[in-house]
């Protein structure tokens, strides 16, 4: 139900959240009644008399009865005086602390409450705001290392701004709070994980305790089943790489090929989704050899893995094709221009963004408006989505490397694992475009300039093939050049607004990753 949004409170559920400590006998309570992950809290703030923190063994106790749990960060939060920037701030460094501590693994996500039906301009105000507030919780699990994803807790209104504003990997959706005005007639976000639908006093024989029923969306939140793990969440994708780098240095000395091993790997990740005519044209055809050398050694194409900047899931093989693209086609000398490359990756994607507006004006009569709802907005469903955009930065600025002479694997570590991907969207903007300006030409251009072979059949394929005309064709009616214009204005516009979301992130990360990384080895000789 759009205007309810627990919708039926008595439906199957099998998540739960609780501030009482989870005793052997009540997780046996919950698994035996179909419940099978629980939110427990991270932290009771002095004066509370509710003593809802995790208590020491608990965790173990969960995961024994085959339960999962999810960590909740809540400090007052009920008004809009408990959310500024630094409270923002101290509340992440006390939530990483505390997490660490009980030994969640690196990549959870810890949901961060607005216990309180905060209305829009409670959203958008400063100093004192939600948004606000999430930036500093954004900097400041930044400047414990970033091992830790940040979560919403609050009305479907809130979670959809916070998530589009800061990036928040899962939305915990109060939903039983059925009155607030933040749940009522706004949709579910998208990146919901947990619904909470009704409040209820469990009775497991002579002991009671409160419980929210949520439900828990499958494929989303996780939940943990195990603490004090080493790895982190692109840790099995990098050493998949790691295995397939070493066969490509194995089957080019074997061949004696002269090719580049970290193209091999490229071409192999990519050629099973992105291959045929189109994509001769923008990366070449694809080595056969090393690909039967590669199965024959019980290799397979891996999809995707896990962001460990934003925890967003990455399309491996995207990713791989725009940067053996950009790999075979160098940057226009000319930065208001465009080449295959750019069409390996964004370009390609503001094509099929321009048709989509085109299809959607009915809906959007602004192509401004549209850019600033659709294009590469976290938790917003789009034919240029925010992975989309992470997949195309990451896979230009890894061709780079390449072509530097460096190789993929060495990439993948210190863009994933050592803090260079908090820097993506700047160091891509910088490499490519320099200013707003060469970006808002290069659009254009991609758009509706001068067309080679490669960018014309491109458009034929992602605009002309989608039932829209062709922008050159479109602005020759009065009054569309300035629509042009305008979208190309807010692909300029997303792109510094994506710098400036990164900015807090990247350089709290980098001030702090030596001092952290150092503890966390002394934590791990500890155990």
Not at 329 to 342: C, E, L, M, V, Y
Request: charged share 20%; glycine share 10%.
């Amino acid at each position: 139900m759009l205007l309810v949004s627990m919708g039926n409170p008595d439906r199957a559920a099998t998540g739960s959240d609780t501030r009482f400590e989870i005793t052997a006998s009540r997780a046996r309570w919950l698994y035996d009644n179909d419940y099978r992950m629980v939110g427990r809290y991270l932290y009771d703030p002095p004066g509370s008399t509710l003593d809802k923190e995790i208590k020491p063994g608990e965790l173990q106790t969960i995961f024994d009865a085959g339960l999962r749990v999810f960590p909740i960060y809540q400090d007052n939060a009920r008004q809009l005086s408990d959310f500024t920037y630094g409270q923002g701030y101290q509340h992440a460094l006390n939530a990483h602390d505390l997490a660490s501590e009980y030994g969640f693994n690196r990549g959870t996500t810890i949901y961060f409450a607005v216990d309180y039906d905060a209305q829009q301009w409670e959203i958008d105000n400063h100093p004192q705001g939600i948004f606000t507030y999430f930036n500093g919780v954004v900097a400041g699990l930044a400047s414990r290392g970033k091992k830790y994803f940040h979560g919403v807790y609050g009305s479907r209104n809130v979670c959809i701004n916070v998530t589009a504003k800061t990036s928040a990997r899962f939305s915990f959706v109060s939903g039983m709070s059925w009155g607030f005005s933040g749940n009522l007639g706004y949709p579910s976000p998208s990146n919901w994980a947990i619904n909470q639908i009704k409040e209820f006093k469990v009775t497991n024989g002579t002991d009671t305790f409160d419980l929210d029923r949520n439900v828990w969306r499958l494929k989303a939140e996780p939940g943990v089943d195990s603490v004090n793990d080493t790895g982190g969440p692109a840790d099995s994708y990098i050493a998949y790489v790691q295995r397939l780098y070493d066969h490509a240095l194995a089957y080019e000395s074997s061949n004696n090929v002269g090719t580049n091993a970290s193209r091999l790997v490229m071409e192999y990740i990519r050629h099973k989704k992105h291959k045929g005519l189109q994509w001769w044209w923008l990366a070449d055809s694809y080595d056969e050899g090393f690909v039967e050398y590669c199965n024959s050694r019980d290799m397979s194409v891996r999809n995707s893995f896990t962001d460990t900047i934003t925890g967003y899931q990455l399309d491996a093989t995207h990713l791989m094709a725009t940067a053996n693209g950009f790999l075979e086609n160098s940057d226009p000398s000319d930065k208001q221009k465009a080449t295959g490359g750019d069409i390996a990756g964004w370009g390609g994607d503001v094509m099929t963004f321009w048709a989509n507006w085109r299809n959607s004006v009915d809906e959007y009569a602004s192509p401004l408006t549209f850019c600033q709802a659709k294009l590469a907005v976290p938790g917003t469903v789009s034919s240029f989505g925010y992975t989309d955009m992470i997949e195309d930065v990451d896979g230009y600025l890894l061709a780079k490397h390449v072509a530097g002479g460096g190789n993929i694997v060495g990439w993948m570590k210190a863009h994933y694992n050592d803090g260079g991907g908090l820097n993506r969207f700047r160091s891509h903007f910088d490499r490519r475009w320099e200013n707003a300006t060469n970006a808002r030409a290069s659009c254009w251009d991609v758009l509706a300039g001068p067309a080679g072979v490669t960018v014309g059949a491109a458009r034929l394929a992602l605009i002309t093939g989608a039932g829209v005309a062709l922008p050159a064709d479109y602005v020759l009616v009065p009054g569309n050049a300035e629509k042009l214009s305008q979208f190309c204005q807010g692909f300029s516009d997303r792109q510094l607004a994506l710098i400036g979301l990164e900015n807090s992130l990247a350089s709290k990360y980098k001030e702090n990753l030596a001092t952290y990384r150092k503890q966390a080895a002394q934590r791990a000789a500890a155990r």
